[in-house]
Nanobody, 124 residues
């Protein structure tokens, strides 16, 4: 089992950059695939980015490709999402998710563990 705690959200102007991080506690972090999802008010939770156990494979939603970068540190047990060229439509609560498998999943149902979320707000 793994516990996830996000940090780093905040308010940023459109065009700006922000990073969010997720700290994982528990054993065998390197055997987990990790992902970021987001949920805006009144909308369903949507996939943002995912990274496999060793960081060699990543996947991104089309809406963030070229602007967001997911990375992980298996020594520090962290996964991060660097966000650049932010747009108001990126405003949402960002959630970290984990599943103990080597293959990336891109739907919420593919993940077993979730953090509490961190708010990212992009002003026009």
């Amino acid at each position: 089992q793994v516990q996830l705690v996000e940090s780093g959200g905040g308010l940023v102007q459109a065009g700006g950059s922000l990073s969010v991080s997720c700290a994982a506690s528990g054993r065998f972090f390197s055997s987990y695939s990790m992902a970021w999802f987001r949920q805006a008010p009144g909308k369903e939770r949507e996939f943002v980015a995912a990274i496999n156990w060793n960081g060699y494979s990543t996947s991104y939603a089309d809406s963030v490709k070229g602007r967001f970068t997911i990375s992980r540190d298996n020594v520090k047990n962290t996964v991060s999402l660097q966000m650049t060229s932010l747009k108001p439509e990126d405003t949402a609560v960002y959630y970290c998710a984990a599943v103990r498998q080597y293959v990336i999943a891109v739907v919420p149902g593919g993940y077993d563990y979730w953090g509490q979320g961190t708010q990212v707000t992009v002003s026009p």
